[in-house]
């Protein structure tokens, strides 16, 4: 398997990844500072994850959309499926951060949280 | 009223400097010209924010909350939707005035921490050619628009510069249903994070042009499209370019600390930081009794580290110090923070901030005092974008001089 260049985005750091696919499945990982970097090339080979984070409209003039996020990863490649659907929807709940608004967001098992104050 | 230190501005840094220092006993008052407490992180919806500070990684407006939660606990008294005009020295001390819409309000206090914040570089700061119909936007504003308004300003995009708020927002117009066509740099290197190119134009597909530009601007009301122009070294345009279509053009060019009040007190600027000269405790270094804090001192990329200076100047305020500065050389490097050491209390660790001009594979930072070297630190990976921040312990001395050396 050749080798594939990556960032790591879980934190500041940013570290430069090399990481290669091995024969029996597992992942072999180089420029990592922290053992979080070959979770991320893992999973980057594997099945790439994302945390959405948008906003949504509500029906209050002070807030005419707040911020929310999906309150785990989702699957890379449903993000702007999320999105489409984050953009349907419109809040009548004045929320807090954390307060969930939808339940398992299109089945992915993650729960969309709003992520600023409204109160 | 008297307080013992008014805070002007409500964002990440002004939060905390009014946290520690309402935590070690002073009477504080924050002013906020807008409705809200938070400051840009109001505006920053995505996440990252925090994870050197609280081990997690959460948008903008969760890092704030954390913050306001903590002021609301400590009582802290806050002035939203009121505006600093003026300030002025009354008797070792300075009068703060204020507009809002209860009317105007004049209070004392003995200390001042200005985090105003910083300002964006304007689309027309930018040499571009061709007029400016509606749909030129910096990034800031762009993402007021999306962020907070729930506005999307265009369907078409164009994005002028690599600094991170234009790739942050590459991803959002993509994930509110507009185009984006490109990013172009006139740079031969980005100005924002790899890790943002990562996951804000490399997921979606979004191509990224170095020593590229936008060159002229066509449209009568509305931007109709934009030439962009590759560029030589000396960023001058090469051949005829071309034309792109697009029906918003965003510029995401940098940004300056926000002085005007740091200017109405006369305070000395550093050319290199456009914000003011302080000591490690971010006091003025040719005014007692003032800090500055957050962007409105120096143009942060991580917004853990404006907390972290913030807290150092809101627990000095309680101090009475008598001070005795040294002014910190800087060789090899965009900039340090702070300008000025004060040397009376030598045996504290100090936390430098500074930006290297180039990327560099390894390097390392040598600190010197009277000439000799002290203490000297590796580093790998030194990029302009990323703020280096380094902590050091020294002796008492005449002259301190920090110098950044590439190595092989
Ligand atoms: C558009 C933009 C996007 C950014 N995105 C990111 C990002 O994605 N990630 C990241 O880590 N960092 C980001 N940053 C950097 C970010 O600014 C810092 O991390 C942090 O928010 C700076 O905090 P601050 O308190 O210094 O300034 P701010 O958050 O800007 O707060 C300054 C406050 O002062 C108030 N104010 C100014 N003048 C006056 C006055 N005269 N009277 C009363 N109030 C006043 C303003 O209204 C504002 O609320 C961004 C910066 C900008 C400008
Ligand atoms: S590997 Fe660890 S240290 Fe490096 S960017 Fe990833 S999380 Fe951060």
Do not use: W
């Not at chain 2, 002021?71 to 008797?91: N, S």
């Not at chain 2, 029906?247 to 060019?253: A, E, Q």
């Not at chain 2, 580093?379 to 950044?404: G, H, Y």
């Amino acid at each position: 398997m050749s080798e594939v260049k990556l960032t790591c985005i879980v934190c500041p750091n940013g570290c430069e990844l090399v990481a290669e696919k091995c024969g029996d499945g597992s992942v072999k990982v180089a420029g990592n500072l922290c053992p979080k970097g070959v979770k991320f090339a893992t999973d980057e080979l594997v099945r790439p994850l994302r945390t959405f984070t948008g906003t949504a409209a509500t029906a209050f003039p002070d807030f005419p959309v707040i911020a929310v996020k999906t309150d785990r990863e989702v699957p890379k490649e449903e993000i702007l499926r999320i999105a489409e659907y984050v953009n349907s929807l419109c809040l009548t709940k004045r929320c807090s951060p954390g307060d969930v608004i939808v339940k398992d967001v299109l089945g992915l098992g993650a729960d969309l949280v709003v992520t600023a104050d409204m109160n | 009223m008297n307080y013992g230190l008014i805070v002007i501005g409500g964002g990440p840094a002004g939060l905390k400097a009014a946290c520690s220092a309402a935590e070690k006993g002073l009477k504080v008052l924050i002013i906020e010209r807008e409705a809200q407490l938070g400051g840009i992180l109001k505006q920053c919806v995505h996440d990252g924010f925090g994870v050197i500070r609280f081990g997690e990684k959460l948008t903008g407006p969760e890092y704030a909350y954390r913050d306001i939660t903590e002021v609301k606990r400590l009582g802290i008294e806050c002035l939203t939707g009121t505006f600093v005009t003026g300030i002025c020295d009354k008797d070792g001390g300075f009068v703060v005035e204020t507009t809002s819409a209860q009317g105007i309000r004049s209070d004392f206090t003995e200390k001042i921490a200005l985090a105003t914040g910083c300002r964006e570089r304007t689309p027309r700061q930018v040499n571009i050619h061709g007029t400016r119909p509606a749909g030129v936007l910096a990034a800031g504003a762009c993402q007021n628009f999306v962020n907070l308004k729930g506005l999307l300003p265009g369907k078409r995009a164009v994005i002028l510069g690599s600094g991170d708020i234009g790739l942050i927002m590459a991803r959002r117009l993509t994930l509110e249903g507009a185009e984006v066509i490109g990013v172009y740099e006139a740079k031969a290197t980005p100005s924002g994070l790899q890790r943002n190119i990562r996951q804000c134009l490399d997921d979606f597909g979004i191509p990224l042009h170095l020593k590229t530009t936008v060159t002229d601007v066509y449209g009568d009301k509305r931007v109709e499209a934009v030439r962009v122009s590759a560029v030589d070294d000396s960023m001058n345009p090469v051949g005829e370019g071309e034309i792109v279509e697009c029906d918003l053009l965003v510029v995401s060019v940098g940004l300056i600390p926000e002085n005007e009040l740091a200017e109405k007190l006369g305070l000395q600027t550093d050319p290199a930081t456009k914000g003011i000269a302080v000591d490690q405790y971010m006091m003025s270094a040719g005014k007692e009794g003032v800090y500055a804090v957050g962007n409105a001192l120096h143009v942060h990329d991580l917004v853990d580290y404006v907390s972290e200076g913030a807290a150092t100047a809101g627990a000095d305020a309680a101090n009475t110090r008598k001070r005795s500065l040294v002014k910190v050389g800087a060789e090899g490097l965009m900039y340090v923070v702070p300008q000025y050491v004060d040397v009376s209390d030598a045996n504290e660790k100090k936390t430098f901030y500074m930006r290297a001009p180039r990327d560099m594979a390894v390097a390392s930072v040598k600190l010197y005092a009277d000439g000799e070297l002290v203490a000297e630190r590796k580093l790998k990976n030194v990029k302009p974008p990323e703020m280096l921040r380094i902590q050091f312990k020294f002796r008492a001395s005449d002259s301190i001089t920090l110098r950044l050396e590439e190595e092989e």
